[in-house]
């Protein structure tokens, strides 16, 4: 959860989930190239097999040690010394504060490909009794943010040992604060890419994963185009007049003025943006007056904009400031409106998408793969994607039948550890994959 933002991630696995048999996109491919990619497919999969104890030994590592977003300083030291350890080159730390980054130079010319995992936890008491429970108290990897780091990492084992198979470049981000950095600092992927995340060499396309419980382990869920919300934080002040109680007719009486503004903003929702355009304005927080017997003159609403689209995010924001003056000066009241753009959409780029399907789809079966309902929840890999073209899919780790079915952000959240050989196959896969299609010289590249 976000500490100004609201939930970043929270509400797309809280809220109701459609999650309907995926039938899109056809495969595609020559046949020659799908033979060639067998064999590799092949020893990818042995080398995930390979490493599945020592994968759960990994998770749960990060697991018993969480860290807050901005304070991820062993996860990060455990990460770098790790890259180091495997022979990647470049390896950069204190980027974005804790964040990690790394290149793997294939033997083969190619372009660079970039993958995101986040790393921090949340303020959260473990409820679990399990070996690996947290040791920290008040703090849990309640996002599966553990699961993401480890699987990176076995990529990262897995690829650099395959560097002949290469075709270019891989460099792997491992991201701080995904859910928000404490007030008054700065953090997560919009820092990283501040201080360069995406530069030196600038990766081409960015892929990451998220896991979620409300689909079965072996099952991957995606979204082509919007996929979360834009998440947004306002924080609105009427200001009136104050006076007696009895004689509201002297002053102004915020409270009345803002009770409408309420109101007003919704009919946004309902009257002003194209109905078929999904937007939550929601206002979660009322604060005004100070006395029974006395007409306030100020009040505070504080509220977040959720949209899937950045026309409607920059429209309802002016529809606001429209809707905000025309009532108040109705009532002879002004306003202010402090407005913070939060993570953006998360868009997955339907091209980017298409062409990833049919790997998506050779890694868990045609079956397994499942499209969903874009979510109001947000995530900050939105940024990377303001970059460049990206595709955040979704990892499934519940288990109803060893009763895995806690939501993310929950005390009680935990993981089917066998997503994380599937996660490193499939995400090892998807990098080799895009990387032979944009090869030099393939067309469409
Ligand atoms: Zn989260
Ligand atoms: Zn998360």
Do not use: W
Request: hydrophobic letters at 40%; proline letters at 5%.
């Amino acid at each position: 959860m976000r500490r100004r933002l609201g939930c970043l991630i929270a509400l797309f696995s809280l809220m109701a989930l459609f999650v309907s048999a995926g039938g899109m996109g056809q495969p595609f491919g020559s046949r020659a190239a799908a033979v060639n990619n067998s064999a590799r497919e092949e020893q990818i999969a042995r080398a995930a097999e390979g490493l599945r104890s020592q994968l759960i030994t990994q998770r749960r590592d990060f697991h018993m040690h969480p860290e807050l977003s901005n304070r991820e300083e062993r996860t990060s030291r455990v990460v770098a010394e790790r890259l180091r350890a495997l022979g990647l080159e470049d390896v950069k730390t204190g980027v974005g504060r804790y964040g990690v980054t790394a290149l793997l130079k294939g033997t083969k010319p190619g372009p660079v490909v970039a993958v995101r995992a986040d790393m921090d936890a949340l303020p959260i008491q473990e409820v679990n009794d399990v070996p690996y429970k947290s040791r920290t108290p008040g703090v849990k990897h309640a996002c599966g943010h553990d699961v993401h780091t480890t699987i990176e990492l076995g990529v990262a084992e897995i690829l650099s040992k395959m560097r002949g198979e290469i075709n270019g470049t891989i460099k792997f981000i491992f991201q701080p604060a995904e859910e928000g950095a404490p007030a008054g600092e700065e953090g997560g992927a919009a820092l990283m890419i501040k201080e360069g995340a995406l530069e030196s060499p600038r990766p081409q396309a960015i892929f990451g994963l998220h896991v979620l419980p409300v689909i079965e382990v072996g099952q991957i869920a995606y979204n082509s185009g919007p996929a979360m919300a834009s998440a947004d934080r306002f924080v609105i002040t009427v200001r009136g007049k104050k006076v007696h109680g009895a004689y509201p007719h002297d002053g102004v009486d915020a409270v009345v003025v803002a009770a409408e503004c309420v109101t007003a903003l919704q009919s946004i929702r309902s009257r002003r943006i194209d109905t078929t355009e999904p937007l939550v304005i929601s206002i979660g927080s009322i604060q005004g007056g100070n006395r029974y017997n006395i007409i306030a003159d100020e009040v505070k609403l504080e509220g977040t904009v959720r949209t899937l689209n950045e026309d409607v995010r920059k429209r309802t924001q002016a529809l606001m400031r429209e809707t905000l003056a025309g009532v108040t000066t109705a009532y002879g009241a002004t306003y202010e409106m402090q407005y913070e753009e939060g993570a953006a959409v998360t868009y997955n780029e339907p091209r980017l998408v298409e062409e990833m399907l049919p790997t998506l789809r050779r890694m868990v079966g045609p079956d397994n793969l499942v499209t969903r309902k874009p979510q109001m929840g947000a995530e900050d890999f939105s940024y990377y994607q303001k970059v460049i073209p990206g595709f955040f899919y979704f990892l499934g780790v519940g288990n109803r039948a060893k009763g895995i079915t806690a939501q993310i952000h929950t005390p009680d959240f935990d993981v089917d550890e066998e997503s994380l050989v599937i996660g490193v196959k499939t995400m090892a896969n998807v990098l080799l994959d895009y990387l032979d299609k944009h090869k030099a010289g393939t067309p469409g590249s």
